[in-house]
């Protein structure tokens, strides 16, 4: 821990050299957004092109920085650039200034990597698309909004980004708004995010209340003073942040309804930007997680909770989008276990959120190929034996499902397996809930992802009649076989070289040694086994069976499964009808009640000034009396008071 | 000679004017009574006056009487105005500004 916070609050050094460009990468992105949103029409005609070229130029600044960083010391990898004073308040001040260190780093070359090839693949996908100019504007703000959002050196910086994510995404989910299904999906996603957001606030005004301060650096060298019950109380809040961006336990009904939009939305929601956000919160808040171990227990269950409930879910779906987006549920719940475990987590957490970032953004974008093929259905019960007519779809595809099962070799093997090693380090219950949730988990992933897979590539052809599939054009495959490739091979080059623990030591801190509860070859077998279980199982219900095109009734989970497990009805009898009935019931009081009262009383007076009008008759002699009436009674006054 | 018996003049051409504007229809009787309660007052306060022995009732007599001059040249034209229109110059009979 003592490691931890030294790392943390050191002084990053000022930026100078290449790293005066940091802004850049902010700036690229965000220019290209109001490039097209405030140019309107004009820029119809090249919008995508810019749209797609400017995280390009944000992704060659990044890895520019990136080599520079490589060239320094591990020491002094960490360097902020101020950019501007934002509230200059007395003795509270908020400079807005951006942290480049290997960490944020990490999140910036994915974000920009992975988001320039999503942007690519858009250009073919949106092709038809009236409004793809627009469509170009709101991913880049996304793009902006999230590397403001890991850049930041401030908590009140992040939030900025922060809500600019929950923003940009509220509009690409409600991307086609004539739908009202869509716009609903876009609502909940934002309403659902901001119940985290107001965890977040909260943290923040904890922070400043407790430390006067909202900077990392001086967040993090205060947090040694905080009181545990304190401390305890900014990590919970921080969580519930996290939970709602990330789609946790029990914020995650908006991630399933998300899949409304376009598929590189959901693309880059789920593997570049918006539910890595809480990973990388509670990896960046590490210190004062450190010195609350309940709020880091709490983030234990909520991912091991979330990893198993995704991976449920994510059995019964049908539609090959709210598979994935349950998937993705499942392996954030997996990154968030790592996160709660501390220092011996943290690396693989983002080890893991780097590997899923590429084959879950080849998974979604494989699918989009699919849909772009398919006529937009989605519907994998209507799929089925489009390997032989979508080659490349079905290799990259292919790719992304070995390495998110964690076929031995392949990215998420290295990283999914250390998560699961890492759950099982410790003494007493923990390491036996845990790590078996995760290992349960792994076993189940290899289930539903191979269901995926054989139902959409392998097996009869169940096409309705008026399909004819097709493979994409070049600019979508191109960006397939990119992150396939990622997919394949960067977990061999980040994993058992140990780069990127050598890399994010000085954020993360270095992990005592600690001994598992079970050796460690019996866990990468363990996991192995699960892993042929749970695909043999899909193999022999989805590809030696034949695959009903209507859905079975099923058994009451795969029922309770279909439906989210009732998440969504538990959320609208607990929250939304209490809601609508008081807010009724406010109406109703501020009708009857308040306006009421207002009325009334003016229709008091008004009803009296109309009697009291009747006075004016017209008559001059009437009012000369009432003149004559007043004087006498004027003198008459004046007499009494004299006597 | 009692002072006293002026004032008691001045209430009492006060109260025939009072009572003449409170009671006629005629616009110009009307008229005619509020002059003579100005001049009912102009009376009190020159009797003051001299009772008091100095000159402050005098003058303000003056004033009234301009004051009044003034009114009677707007308050004739008015009732001139009303009879051209109306035909007739009775107080009752413009009623017209009211609720």
């Known amino acids: ?643 | 000679m009692n002072p006293m018996n002026y004032v008691y003049l001045s209430s009492f051409l006060f109260a025939i004017g009072a009572a003449g504007v409170l009671l006629r229809r005629n616009a110009i009787v009307v008229f005619m009574c509020v002059e003579l309660m100005l001049n009912a007052c102009n009376l009190a306060f020159v009797t003051f006056a001299r009772m008091q022995g100095n000159l402050d009732g005098q003058v303000i007599a003056f004033f009234v009487m301009v004051v009044a001059a003034a009114e009677v040249v707007v308050g004739l034209s008015i009732i001139v105005v009303i009879f051209r229109t109306r035909r007739s110059a009775s107080v009752d009979g413009a009623n017209l500004l009211k609720y």
């Open chain 1, 1 to 643: 821990m003592g490691t931890l916070l030294a790392a943390q609050s050191h002084q990053a050094a000022g930026a100078s050299g290449v790293f005066s460009l940091t802004w850049l990468l902010v700036a690229l992105p965000m220019l290209g957004a109001a490039v097209l949103l405030l140019g309107g029409r004009r820029t119809d005609r090249f919008g995508h092109l810019l749209g797609a070229a400017l995280p390009g130029a944000a992704f060659v600044v990044g890895v520019i920085e990136f080599i520079a960083l490589l060239g320094r010391d591990g020491s002094d990898r960490a360097l902020s650039q101020h950019l501007f004073s934002w509230v200059p308040a007395g003795g509270f001040q908020v400079d807005v200034g951006l942290l480049v260190d290997p960490l944020s780093m990490c999140f910036v070359l994915l974000i920009t990597g992975v988001g320039t090839l999503i942007h690519v693949y858009s250009i073919g996908y949106m092709e038809h698309d009236p409004d793809r100019r627009r469509f170009f504007g709101y991913l880049n703000l996304f793009v902006a909004a999230m590397l403001l959002l890991v850049l930041a050196d401030s908590y009140l910086t992040l939030y900025v980004g922060w809500e600019g994510v929950g923003l940009a995404s509220y509009l690409l989910i409600g991307f086609w708004s004539y739908n009202p299904a869509y716009a609903a999906a876009a609502k909940k996603a934002f309403v659902a995010n901001r119940v985290g957001d107001f965890g977040l606030s909260v943290a923040i005004m904890i922070m400043f209340a407790q430390l006067g301060t909202v900077s990392f650096q001086g967040v993090f060298a205060g947090a040694g003073h905080l009181s545990e019950g304190v401390a305890t109380a900014m990590g919970l809040m921080l969580l519930l942040g996290a939970c709602g961006k990330s789609a946790q336990f029990p914020l995650q009904s908006w991630l399933g309804d998300a899949m409304a939009g376009p598929t590189p939305v959901s693309a880059l929601i789920h593997a570049a930007t918006m539910v890595t956000a809480g990973v990388y919160l509670v990896v960046r808040s590490a210190p004062i997680f450190e010195l609350a171990p309940n709020a880091q227990l709490v983030v234990v269950i909520v991912g091991a909770v979330t990893l198993i409930f995704g991976a449920i879910v994510g059995c019964a779906k049908d539609d090959i989008k709210k598979a994935l987006a349950a998937s993705t549920m499942s392996q954030i719940g997996y990154m968030m276990l790592a996160a709660g475990l501390g220092p011996v987590g943290y690396v693989f957490a983002i080890f893991h959120l780097l590997t899923h970032g590429f084959f879950k953004a080849g998974l979604f974008l494989g699918a989009g190929s699919v849909m772009h093929g398919m006529n937009d259905q989605v519907d994998m019960r209507r799929f089925g034996g489009l390997a032989t007519v979508m080659k490349v779809t079905w290799i990259t595809f292919g790719l992304g499902w070995l390495a998110i099962i964690g076929f031995p070799g392949l990215s998420g093997f290295w990283s999914k397996d250390k998560i699961i090693e890492a759950a099982f380090v410790g003494d007493g219950w923990r390491p036996w809930v845990f790590g078996l949730a995760a290992l349960i988990g792994a076993g189940v992933t290899a289930f539903y992802m191979t269901r995926v897979f054989l139902l959409t590539f392998h097996g009869k052809r169940r096409w309705s009649e008026d399909v004819h599939p097709h493979e994409s054009p070049l600019v979508m495959t191109v960006p397939l076989m990119i992150l396939a490739v990622g997919s394949a091979f960067l977990g061999l080059l980040l994993g058992p070289t140990g780069a990127l623990k050598t890399w994010l030591e000085p954020v993360t801190g270095v992990p005592g040694d600690e001994s598992t509860a079970l050796p460690l070859w019996s866990l990468t077998v363990l996991t192995v086994v699960l892993v042929v279980a749970g695909a043999g199982l899909a193999w022999s219900m989805y590809l030696r069976e034949e695959v009903p095109v209507t859905a079975p009734r099923g058994s009451w989970l795969t029922r309770a499964a279909r439906v989210d497990l009732y998440q969504d009805a538990l959320n609208e009898s607990l929250l939304m009808r209490p809601g609508q009935y008081l807010t009724r019931s406010l109406v109703y009081a501020d009708n009857r009640g308040i306006d009421g009262a207002v009325n009334g009383l003016a229709a008091l007076i008004g009803g009296t000034s109309g009697r009291f009008r009747r006075l004016q008759t017209g008559f001059v002699r009437s009012y000369a009396l009432s003149m004559f009436g007043g004087a006498a009674l004027v003198v008459g006054a004046m007499l009494l008071v004299r006597l």
